[in-house]
């Protein structure tokens, strides 16, 4: 019974754990990402945790453009 239990128990923690972590950031970072429930263009923010945090729409008629000089997104007119 021991045995069974023991499997059992391995095969939940294996079920629980993911095969690859999240991706992690660097806090204060920014980058352009699309809106989880809109697909939206806009922006998006690494937290204290190292976790992106999505952070804002782009205006419409607007894409996002990340400028690696400054490490800032900016919305910017479609072409």
């Known amino acids: 019974m021991k045995f069974i239990t023991a499997i059992t128990t391995l095969a939940a923690v294996a079920v629980a754990t993911p095969l690859s972590p ?5 806090p204060a970072t ?27 729409d782009c205006p419409p008629k607007t894409i996002c453009q990340f400028l690696e ?10 072409w």
């Open 22 to 26: 999240p991706l992690e950031c660097k």
């Open 30 to 56: 920014y980058a352009c990402a699309k809106n989880p429930h809109t697909n939206a263009e806009g922006w998006q923010v690494c937290d204290v945790t190292k976790k992106w945090v999505y952070a804002g």
């Open 69 to 78: 000089a400054n490490g800032s997104p900016y919305c910017i007119p479609k």
